[in-house]
C-alpha cells in the first residue's frame, strides 16, 4: 500500500455498518421486489457487499455516469450506458459510492425520475457534506466523511486502489 495512505474506515467498520444498513433496507422495504441501481464504477464494491447482506428480492440495473470537471468550478454529468430494463412501476434505490458536490446524485434523481418509478430511495456509502454544492436527497448513509480524497473500498485515483479492504485517505 502507498504508504501516504491513512485508514479512514477499516474493513470491520466497513462490515459492520453494511450490515446494519442491510438490515434497515430489508425492514423498509418488507414484502417487496426492489431494483437496485449499482451507479458504475465506484459503487460496485459497496453494492456487492450491501445486496449480499440483504434478504429482500433484488433485481440489478447498472448505469455509468461520467462527471467531467473543467477549469471553472461546473461539474458536467454526461450518461455513458443507461438501465436496460423498465423501471416504470417500481421500488428502485440508487446505490452510490459518495456523494461530493451532489451533481451527479441530482442528474441521476432527475434522469431516473424521468423513468417513473413507482418510489425512488437514494444509498450512498460515504457523504462529504461540507462540499455539497445542490442539496440532494438521501436515504441511508454509511458513513459522513471529512473533506479529503478518498481511496479504496470502489474510490479510486485514476482507477487504481480501489480492491483496497478498507477506505484510506491520501495524506499530505
Ligand atoms: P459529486 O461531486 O457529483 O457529488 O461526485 C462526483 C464523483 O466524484 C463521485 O461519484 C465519485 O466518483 C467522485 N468523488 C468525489 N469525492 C471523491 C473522493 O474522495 N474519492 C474518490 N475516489 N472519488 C470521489
Known amino acids: 500500500m502507498n504508504e501516504n495512505f491513512k485508514v479512514l474506515i477499516s474493513k470491520e467498520e466497513l462490515e459492520r455498518r453494511i450490515g446494519e444498513l442491510a438490515e434497515q433496507l430489508d425492514q423498509d422495504y418488507l414484502g417487496r421486489e426492489v431494483t437496485i441501481i ?3 464504477r465506484g459503487a460496485v464494491f459497496f453494492t ?3 445486496t449480499l447482506r440483504m434478504k429482500t428480492k ?3 440495473e447498472f448505469i455509468t455516469i461520467s462527471s467531467y470537471q473543467g ?3 461546473t461539474g458536467e454529468v454526461t450518461l455513458m450506458t443507461d438501465l436496460r430494463e423498465s423501471i416504470e412501476g417500481k421500488d428502485v434505490l440508487i446505490v452510490e459510492d459518495i456523494i461530493d458536490t451532489g451533481r451527479s446524485m ?4 432527475d434522469h431516473l425520475k424521468s423513468k417513473n ?3 425512488l430511495k437514494v444509498c450512498v456509502l460515504a457523504n462529504k457534506a461540507e462540499r455539497r454544492e445542490i442539496e440532494v436527497p438521501i436515504d441511508y448513509i454509511g458513513f459522513e466523511v471529512p473533506n479529503k480524497y478518498i481511496v479504496g473500498y470502489g474510490f479510486d485515483i485514476d482507477n487504481n486502489y480501489r480492491n483496497l479492504p478498507y477506505v484510506a485517505y491520501l495524506e499530505g
Open 71 to 73: 477549469t471553472d468550478t
Open 38 to 40: 449499482c451507479v458504475m
Open 58 to 60: 433484488l433485481k440489478y
Open 106 to 109: 441530482k442528474y441521476l434523481i
Open 48 to 50: 456487492v457487499q450491501l
Open 117 to 119: 418509478p413507482r418510489t
